[in-house]
């Protein structure tokens, strides 16, 4: 089946020094001249066969030495040389052909928009010329590009321009060099009519570097933020990791056709336009703190991936996860305050749960450092970033900030310009802190590279009031996942306090201690079951202390804190830790739901105390309007779904939209007032206050659409109409356009088609208006509405499925974001999801594959839904001509 195995690494045989490449562009058939330095490794004999990627090229002829040789092809394209030249070093000299605007898959050298733009990570550098394709061959580069200067006006590849001028014909050149030896995966190349911003800066070093940013004629004026990220991503890396930018000139390139979110190519980063145009009137709130996280994480990728890169690709974590981490902690950074910062973390531990948790559960499953893939393509996975990411977070918990930076130190100091694995990463940051948890636990802490599955963390309370002692015992367990019946203890930090019944934070004093330290701890689990003896608490009072556990999400488990309604009340109140107020503020609703959910009553009325503590977080003064809005909306029903073990997903939607009612109802003056509260008057910025203001603010809408539109009022509807006509920015706009389709407003249909016409062509707000119509929720009065109006989506002239973007804004998030409409009995939505896997694999595997993943987890869902899904995607795996991407993917799902 073509499973590659992580056990069988060996090193290259042969290992390329140098690479000088020469490229003829034209979009039907693209010449590309190689000229390899070959050096065979001193454990190599003289004469070993070798063995060239390669895929869907043309070979024109093959020179070792300038002698010509002979060479065979393998079945999938790669060039076997029985006989290469018995030197240790020798020059290979390669002409092929490949063919750029045939290249519908994006990976290797493709056309967009009338220009050239490459993808090469993970293996698409095979796709442009014959080469050692793995990240461990790090070469250096030399590159000439050769195009028509009119339709080509922009010639750009990775490090510095060495050289430019014209040819004849039309034609003209440019020459570039990266001094830094890099795998091929870090390639680029971009020949296209492109304009760009660009600044002058000066390093903390005091040396000077050129940044740019180019984008299509046109959109000039959506290039300020990006550049901002940009220059903000240098400053922080140099502050915060003592991290500088190591060439003349750093570049981002914008791309409407892109599989993925960007690309962090040496000194030539290629961006989905998502992550880079960006306007008021253009681009929400969370776009732009989208540009400003993928900017960051592409630039800090200069050093983590880059520099040092990964041996193989069961390392991808070693750069994924720790440029994630990275790339959190310069968004916490720039948020401007600890409050922001937790509600930064907030969202990022929101979007762990419900996309890495459902993961980790199903049938792709796998390690933070996979044993075995298929298609690597497919392990561009929320677990291997961000979870990854997590576990990076812990290690720096286990030795502290001081001890984390030192650690990434001696990391640069040890592997700068290697290509080595994730147990070098953990050693560093171990050997820099001898004395910390970490140092002491290494080898049982990597469990959490090697062991996939969400652990299960349990926390239980023995009070004694009479000696002031409380014994906290916390017990893991971890269930079986896709080749791992049993597991092995997890090192879990569990960052704590503990509140007094009046809300006041207690020190923390374990026994055997001399005097207490601090309010906030970390304790560390490794045994299954350990208990911590906390003493000095006689003031805690007769019930005893609430333990806040597990604070700022210190480690990514579930936790069963074994809390009741009145202690999650008083930590929604009182907790110093925002993370944890809102995660009270979660579970209490969560609950609700899961409590109602066996049966088909309706959810009960919400006790009085419950309403008033959320009134009371809402009106509460000095608390962020964000961590407001994300503390009030209920999980979404993918979370709910998380917590059952037969998934009917019309009783999960019915029952959350009968919660979302309820909050309407009861707190509709205090909506009203926030609403008000939170118009801002000044120009707009998209910083965590302004964003949080309008966060809260559309909250408030749609809860206010709501209760009109159960209560016949027109008021707020007509408000929200007149908001997506006439609303200052897209953030206002769009959470006006939602308000009225999710609250199943009569206008929301006018609204649909103000927004379209109001749009003007632009592909980004298209992709807003299609994912919006993708989300909507199914009208009461006519379930099953949305399914059929997505397929005719499929048809409008605004779509097409060679675009990624479009097929994610409207099949991904109906699949994902819509379970409801997704989830039909009828079996429309799964009829729907299987032509589009199919039609896509024809032409994209990668995006297919993407979205083959919507319904992996087709066994947790409760009858009619479970055996029409599982048709649907055992028509899938049927199919005579399926991709080795899709094949994994449904393969898997169907085991
Ligand atoms: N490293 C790229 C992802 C490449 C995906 C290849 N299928 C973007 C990033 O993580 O920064
Ligand atoms: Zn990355």
Request: aromatic fraction near 8%; proline fraction near 5%.
């Amino acid at each position: 089946t073509g499973l590659i195995r992580r056990e069988d690494y060996s090193a290259p045989a042969y290992r390329i020094l140098s690479v000088d490449l020469t490229f003829d562009l034209d979009p039907a058939k693209t010449l590309v001249g190689s000229k390899l330095r070959i050096t065979r490794d001193a454990a190599t004999p003289a004469g070993t066969p070798l063995r060239l990627d390669g895929e869907g090229l043309s070979l024109l002829r093959c020179l070792g030495d300038g002698e010509s040789l002979s060479f065979r092809h393998e079945e999938g394209g790669a060039l076997i040389i029985d006989n290469p030249p018995a030197a240790e070093t020798f020059t290979l000299e390669i002409r092929n052909t490949c063919a750029p605007e045939k290249n519908l898959e994006l990976s290797g050298l493709y056309t967009s928009g009338g220009g050239f733009f490459t993808q090469c990570e993970a293996e698409g550098f095979r796709r442009i010329t014959y080469f050692l394709d793995r990240p461990d061959v790090m070469a250096v580069y030399s590159v000439t590009l050769r195009a028509d200067k009119a339709k080509y006006p922009v010639l750009l590849s990775n490090g510095n321009l060495v050289e430019q001028g014209s040819l004849d014909n039309g034609r003209h050149y440019a020459k570039w060099h990266d001094p830094f030896p890099k795998p091929a995966y870090l390639f680029a190349l971009v020949a296209a009519d492109l304009v760009c911003r660009e600044q002058k800066i000066t390093s903390r070093a005091g040396k000077e570097h050129l940044l740019q940013v180019y984008v299509r004629r046109g959109d000039l004026g959506k290039t300020e933020h990006a550049m901002a990220s940009l220059i903000a991503s240098v400053a922080w890396d140099e502050a915060r990791f003592g991290l500088s930018l190591d060439l003349e000139r750093f570049m981002i390139v914008a791309v409407s056709d892109f599989n993925m979110g960007a690309m962090e190519n040496k000194g030539l980063n290629i961006f989905n336009t998502k992550y880079v145009l960006a306007s008021p009137a253009t681009a929400t709130d969370a776009d732009f703190a989208g540009i400003e996280s993928v900017v960051g994480h592409e630039y800090f990728h200069n050093w983590t991936g880059n520099r040092i890169t990964c041996r193989d690709w069961f390392q991808l974590s070693l750069k994924e996860g720790l440029t994630v981490y990275r790339d959190q902690e310069f968004s916490m950074d720039m948020a401007g305050s600890a409050s922001a910062a937790a509600v930064q973390r907030i969202g990022d531990v929101k979007r762990l749960r419900e996309f890495q948790f459902p993961e980790d559960s199903g049938p792709m499953a796998h390690p933070v450092r996979p044993d075995s893939y298929v298609e690597i393509n497919n392990f561009y996975t929320t677990t291997v970033y961000e979870k990854g990411a997590e576990v990076v977070r812990m290690q720096d918990t286990l030795v502290g900030r001081a001890g984390f930076r030192r650690g990434m130190d001696l990391y640069f100091q040890r592997h700068d310009g290697q290509a080595v694995t994730c147990d070098d990463f953990a050693q560093a940051i171990a050997d820099a802190n001898p004395d910390s948890p970490l140092a002491a636990n290494l080898a049982q802490f990597k469990h959490w590279y090697a062991q996939a599955g969400t652990p299960r963390l349990s926390a239980r309370t023995r009070w004694d009031a009479t000696a002031g002692r409380l014994r906290l015992t916390l017990t893991q367990s971890a269930l079986p996942s896709p080749g791992q019946a049993d597991k092995q203890a997890f090192v879990i930090p569990v960052r704590l306090g503990l509140l007094a019944r009046d809300g006041r934070a207690l020190p923390l004093q374990l026994d055997g201690e001399a005097a207490p330290a601090g309010t906030e701890r970390v304790l560390v689990l490794s045994a299954t079951e350990q208990s911590f003896d906390f003493v000095g608490l006689g003031d805690a009072g007769e019930a005893g202390p609430v333990p806040s556990l597990l604070r700022g999400f210190s480690a990514p488990v579930v936790l069963d804190d074994g809390l009741d309604s009145a202690e999650r009340l008083l930590l929604l109140r009182h907790d110093a830790d925002a993370f944890n107020r809102w995660e009270a503020a979660q579970r209490l609703l969560q609950e609700l739901l899961l409590a109602a959910l066996p049966g088909d009553g309706d959810l009960p009325a919400l006790d009085e105390a419950l309403v008033e503590a959320l009134r009371a977080v809402l009106r509460e003064d000095g608390l962020d309007a964000a961590f407001k809005e994300l503390a009030l909306t209920p999980p979404i029903e993918s979370v709910i779904a998380e917590q059952v073990e037969a998934v009917d997903p019309q009783r999960i939607h019915r029952l959350r939209e009968q919660l979302r009612a309820q909050l309407a109802e009861r707190l509709h003056a205090d909506w009203a007032w926030a609403w008000d509260a939170h118009q801002l008057r000044e120009g707009y910025r998209p910083d965590a206050h302004q964003s949080g203001c309008r966060a809260l603010a559309n909250l408030a809408l749609q809860m206010l659409v709501l209760h009109a539109v159960a209560h016949g009022d027109e008021v707020w509807p007509g408000r929200a109409y007149q908001r997506v006509k006439d609303g200052g920015c897209m953030t206002e706009r769009l959470g006006a356009l939602l308000a009225l389709v999710h609250g199943g407003s009569a206008l929301a249909g006018a609204a649909l088609e103000r927004f379209h016409a109001d749009a003007r062509g632009d592909d980004l707000v298209l992709d807003k208006w299609f994912a919006i119509q993708a989300a909507a929720t199914e009208p009461l009065g006519a379930p099953g509405s949305v399914a059929p109006r997505i397929r005719a989506l499929l048809q409008h002239p605004d779509f097409s499925l060679k675009n990624p973007n479009r097929v994610r804004n409207l099949i991904s998030t109906f699949c994902r974001d819509n379970p409801a409409a997704f989830h039909r009995a009828d079996a429309g939505g799964y009829v729907l999801w299987a032509d589009v896997v199919l039609a896509l694999d024809a032409f994209n595997p990668q995006i297919a594959a993407r979205i083959a993943r919507h319904l992996e987890r087709w066994r947790v869902l409760a009858e009619p839904w479970r055996s029409a899904a599982r048709e649907a995607v055992a028509r899938v795996a049927g199919h005579p001509r399926l991709s080795a991407d899709v094949r994994e993917i449904v393969g898997k799902a169907l085991d």
